[in-house]
């Protein structure tokens, strides 16, 4: 791509003449190039040379949309405020807007009715439209003069924070004694045609303001404007916001109906919480270690490493969901300069094939692909450009087959198979008592099918790493959630001895289950063991959103019935999971999400049964929840829908179904103490979120509720072990744990717990985490089983750690042990009146590690997997439902925990935003969809992940930090707390603001609007 700078107009022409592309702050450009466009041969920068500022109604075309927000034009500045964040509105110009055509600004400019001055004359907007003519100079305004004039301005987009328009529209119109004497409309933005609605206007010219029937004005203007179908949106969407959007800015909207919020039943006192903030944390609120450098954006993660003679690495994809493979043809490729290594199937001397339960997907693929991102051939070359050169130049020989793209058609005997075996990847069934004596007994019903989308973990840091040569092996480092696991995988394709493998797996920049199975290490070490150099391989954004780990979509058909006291009596759930292409954890993930089944409900008669099957859908596995989450989404809107039929408040139903505690789990086994669903019920009865709470005017307000139940650890049949250890080295207590820091906040819990166990600072701490060099195997950084693993490795090492500590001391010192104590910044005298050290960690040496191996605590059922351990929660939302775009906005969120001590307030804090705003996202906006096997979003300006302007401006969060007496399992995993609830709290809400419970996610504004004009059905 080349950049040439013109001194002149003239010369800017020329160049555009001879095929340059002219660019001033190319915003517009951005976004087309993030969803694939391929950029011009040549970009001709023309900024300098455009006219700037604002003179009257006059524009240059250079100005900033940032200096037209504040500049106080008609239409036009309340139009800029919507365009994006203000650095973007900084750099974005009003004439690049309009010369896109597909500018959010141009329906206002319509309106407007401005006259646009290029380098070829002047001519009215829709005509420069229709056919642009020169490079844009200026643009002049035009308002309507005369009378009482109002305007409207509506720009909707995929979300409430910035994206580009799915459709915007603008009005003008000028009143003399209530009467219309002139009127303009438009509509436009995005993928909508740019367009004036005359027949509308001539229409409403002459009539009475008052006289207007709006219902046939909507159904005029829904007739006129011209709209397209997308991935995104339909044509009926954007005619019927638009439509509404003009009726409603300029003639106004009917009074929103007056809905009762619920009044829950306040059966017991709340609980003693603690609330989780910065401000009321006092002394226990600690900034996290790793959180200064993170802020000021020089924390190096794995992905920054660079070194002298350091190759980069890029991986071929197969840009196709599902085909055999012919042949391939690296020739060309290895004899490019600068290419250092090629590496296909042919270079893996061990198991082409990993996976963490079954191993069915190959490391690089040699007879078949099964989705756009499975990697086929991976290069090493001296620089970026060689490296996506050498990509270019393999040729990969494909037969396509027939895509298999739904997870229910995938299971019939005659779909094309995804692997040889065949679609059905596991089944799993389980249930109690007699379904028919249940329904005997039922005489409430609510029978529908939940649908969960495919979500996308969008952490900051890619996947990525690097590798080298390292003594007569490798180190390998890339983010992950368990080295020791990755370095068996490793091994295994490699076909190398495990120890002569150093995996580093932290620190890493978000993982979220996302990075539990192997995703770049083994194209890098294969690349590194065939160049015997160091190499360093990140992926884009794009490539991210194409390859990587997906959550599981899950299709739920769930009945519920209670008797007429609210009594649940019986349930039949049948779920189908899509896999995508290979298994991964998603095997877990239907298990974990049947065991769930019930929720934390008294269920005497149900039958369950889950399905997964392999598609070409890209690939899918863990991600935080687990399949517990989905399964409480559907269960919970359940118990609301029962509610209502039974006539309770939905705290009551809940109230006389929760189960008791001590009594078995669902499946039958033994669960461990400190079950706290109780509390959490009355933590949310005796909540301000069920008060009445103002909205927008063309918003109805709605709340609701959800508990959630979730399990710890992998289960009873899995491996579920750990090690850690205690030293002392470089004046420092160091813990030695092989978990993995990836932004939960593990290194500030290590620290924590280790100071609060010995007296020291926690300062004083230092961790080594996630090497399978220097740590020890601690297990999977997954399945909320992280703060046990911390709290239990410290209470075990601490005791022989302190005593030898205290004996080194006494040695130097020339005293006994029992005269000493661990203090801040070392060892003190027992009889001390102050906290000094005597002896500081410096001076006292090195002490080897204390080590203990203990197990995750586990029940005895072992018919299937069940967990022991749980946590619970309850979330409540306070939503306001548009009644113009459908959109549902989050006012306000409250959740309320029970997971035992916290080990760190900050840390666990941010465990509960983070899992609120990610499942926010997962409800509202986002879904990683496909389209015969390819998916539709191609980056994140299409894929629509919340941003701070879609999360409510406070959240509250509670911990109940109690365990029973005879509780020795310490601290609850509250990892997965966050997110498990959250989706059906807004469905709830959402339910009481329309009297409608959305069972599709995430909640489509369409099928809000037909709930509101009660197209969509009764509850």
């Given amino acids: 791509m080349k950049v040439t700078r013109p001194d002149s107009l003239e010369q800017a022409l020329s160049l555009i003449t001879d095929g340059g592309v002219p660019v001033a702050g190319g915003t517009a450009f951005q976004l087309e190039y993030a969803q694939g466009t391929t950029p011009p041969a040549q970009y001709v920068p023309v900024g300098h040379l455009i006219p700037t500022g604002i003179k009257g109604l006059t524009i240059g075309a250079g100005t900033p949309l940032e200096d037209l927000r504040h500049a106080g034009i008609p239409l036009l500045s309340d139009a800029c405020r919507d365009m994006a964040a203000p650095n973007i509105r900084r750099l974005g110009t009003l004439g690049g807007n309009l010369a896109w055509r597909k500018g959010c600004l141009v329906p206002a400019l319509i309106a407007l009715d401005a006259l646009i001055t290029t380098t070829n004359g002047s001519m009215p907007v829709l005509e420069y439209l229709s056919a642009p003519d020169g490079l844009v100079l200026s643009i002049t305004l035009r308002p309507l003069e005369g009378g009482q004039i109002q305007s409207t301005w509506r720009k909707v987009g995929l979300r409430q924070a910035f994206t580009g328009s799915v459709i915007a529209t603008a009005g003008m119109m000028s009143l003399r004694d209530n009467t219309i004497a002139q009127i303009r409309l ?9 367009q004036r609605l005359t027949s509308v206007e001539d229409w409403l010219v002459g009539q009475n303001l008052h006289a207007i029937d709006q219902t046939i004005l909507r159904q005029r203007l829904d007739d006129a404007i011209i709209a397209v179908d997308c991935p995104f949106r339909t044509a009926s969407y954007r005619r019927k916001v638009a439509a509404a959007s003009l009726a409603a800015g300029l003639f106004g909207l009917p009074l929103a109906p007056r809905n009762k919020m619920p009044e829950p039943s306040k059966t017991a006192f709340p609980p003693t919480l603690t609330e989780l903030s910065r401000l009321k944390g006092g002394d226990r609120w600690h900034t996290r270690p790793d959180m200064p450098a993170k802020l000021r954006g020089t924390f190096p993660y794995l992905t920054d490493k660079r070194a002298d003679g350091m190759l980069v690495g890029r991986i071929l994809r197969a840009g196709r969901p599902h085909a055999l493979i012919r042949s391939i043809d690296t020739t060309k490729a290895e004899s490019l300069d600068g290419v250092e290594a090629v590496v296909t199937h042919r270079d893996i001397k061990g198991l082409n094939a990993f996976g963490i339960v079954f191993q069915d997907q190959p490391a690089l693929c040699h007879d078949k692909v099964r989705y756009t991102g499975d990697a086929v051939a991976a290069v090493a070359a001296i620089d970026v450009e060689t490296a996506e050169r050498a990509l270019s130049l393999i040729d990969v020989v494909y037969e396509d087959l027939p895509v298999v793209s739904d997870a229910s058609c995938a299971i019939a005997p005659d779909a094309p198979p995804v692997h040889a075996a ?3 990847v596991t089944e799993v069934a389980h249930g109690r008592g007699d379904t028919s004596t249940g329904w005997a007994q039922a005489v409430h019903i609510v029978e529908d099918t939940y649908v969960t989308p495919r979500q996308m973990h ?3 840091e890619t996947e990525g790493g690097w590798a080298a040569p390292e003594g007569d092996g490798l180190i390998i480092c890339a983010g992950g959630q368990h080295g020791s696991r990755d370095q068996m995988q490793l091994a295994r394709i490699l076909d190398v001895p495990a120890d002569s493998l150093r995996v580093v797996t932290s620190p890493t920049g978000g993982a979220f289950g996302g990075k539990d199975e192997l995703t770049v290490q083994p194209a890098l070490a294969l690349l590194a063991q065939k160049s015997g150099k160091a190499v360093r391989l990140h992926l884009s954004r794009a490539e991210s959103v194409q390859a990587g780990t997906k959550r599981n979509p899950l299709t739920i058909r769930m009945k ?16 189908i999971s899509d896999c995508g292409a290979y298994a991964s954890l998603a095997p877990g993930v239907l298990e974990t999400a049947l065991e769930h089944v019930a929720g934390p409900y008294n269920i005497d008669h149900y039958q369950a049964r889950g399905r997964l099957a392999y598609t070409n859908n890209g690939t899918c596995g863990a991600f935080r929840g687990f399949g517990a989450n989905q399964m409480t ?7 609301d829908r029962l509610a209502v039929l039974a006539g309770l408040d939905p705290l009551e139903i809940r109230h006389r179904n929760l189960r008791i505690p001590g009594s078995p789990g669902v499946l039958g086994q033994r669960v461990a103490p400190s079950e706290r669903l109780s509390e959490m019920l009355a933590a949310a009865a005796h909540s301000d979120m069920w008060q009445p709470f103002p909205v927008n005017a063309d918003e109805i307000a709605g709340v609701g509720m959800a508990l959630n139940y979730q399990g710890n650890g992998l289960g009873t049949i899995p491996q579920d072990e750990a090690d850690f250890g205690l030293a002392l080295k470089d004046g420092k207590i160091q813990a030695v744990c092989g978990l993995d820091e990836m932004g939960q906040g593990l290194t500030a819990s290590l620290h924590g717990a280790v100071a609060d166990r010995l007296g020291c600072a926690r300062s004083d701490v230092c961790s080594v985490t996630g090497d399978t060099k220097l740590a020890p195997d601690s297990g999977s950084t997954t399945a909320a089983r992280g703060g046990f693993v911390v709290w239990q490795g410290v209470n075990r090492t601490a005791p022989a750690f302190e005593a030898a500590l205290l004996e080194r001391a006494a040695t130097l010192k020339g005293c006994t042990p029992e005269t000493l104590k661990i203090v801040q910044g070392g060892v003190g005298e027992t009889r001390s009146n102050t906290a000094t050290p005597c002896l500081t960690f410096a001076e006292l040496g090195e002490i080897a590690p204390v080590m203990a191996h203990y197990d995750f605590p586990k029940t005895e059922y072992t018919k299937g997997n069940a967990r022991f351990i749980f946590a619970f929660g309850a979330t409540l939302a306070r939503v306001a439902v548009n009644r113009i775009t459908g959109m549902v906005r989050v006012v306000d969120l409250e959740m309320h925990t029970a997971a035992g001590p916290v080990i760190d307030m900050a840390s666990y804090l941010g465990q509960m935003e983070g899992g609120l705003v990610q499942g926010l996202g997962y409800t509202l906006t986002e879904n990683m969809t496909y389209q015969n096997g390819l998916p539709v979003a191609g980056n994140f300006d299409s894929y629509t992940m919340p941003s701070v302007k879609d999360v409510p401006e406070a959240m509250r969060i ?16 509250a990892g997965e707390l966050g997110i498990g609830a959250i989706m059906p709290a807004i469905a709830n809400a959402v339910a009481t603001a329309t009297g409608h419970c959305p069972p599709t996610m995430p909640i489509a504004p369409e099928t809000m609007l037909e709930m509101l004009e009660g197209t969509h059905g009764s509850l």
């Fill in 186 to 194: 438009a509509a436009g933005g995005g993928a909508t045609p740019a």
């Fill in 422 to 424: 065949g679609n059905l």
């Fill in 458 to 460: 969008g952490f900051m």
């Fill in 560 to 575: 519920t019935g209670c008797d007429a006291q609210g009594k649940l009596v019986a349930q039949e759930v049948d779920v």
């Fill in 633 to 639: 989404f559907a269960i919970e809107c359940q118990m």
């Fill in 958 to 973: 509670t911990a109940h930090e109690g365990l029973d007496a005879n509780d020795p399992y310490g601290p609850r995993g």
